[in-house]
């Protein structure tokens, strides 16, 4: 993971404080709502998310172009498939 990353983004999902399944219901909600090739930048604090959203994108077919940290809190940028 990289510190600070510059990415252009359509939406954002904030899941910081939510355990595991929130933040990947919360993402799979905004995707629905997004067109294809646009990004999401998600924040999340849930220890599991450095596994779960790996694991998400490659099971959703949607790309995870970036991850890095801003302190403790997880930064993922997924594009809509």
Not at 9 to 30: H, Q, S, W, Y
Not at 31 to 59: C, N, R, W, Y
């Amino acid at each position: 993971m990289t510190e600070s990353v510059n990415i252009v983004f359509n939406a954002e999902v904030d899941a910081i404080g939510m355990n595991c399944p929130l933040p990947i219901l919360r993402t799979k909600k905004a995707l629905a709502t997004m067109q294809s090739g646009e990004v999401l930048k998600i924040k999340a604090t849930d220890a599991g998310a450095a596994h779960d959203f790996p694991a998400f994108a490659k099971q959703t077919g949607n790309e995870l172009i970036a991850t890095a940290n801003e302190g403790n809190v997880l930064v993922f940028f997924l594009k809509r498939r």
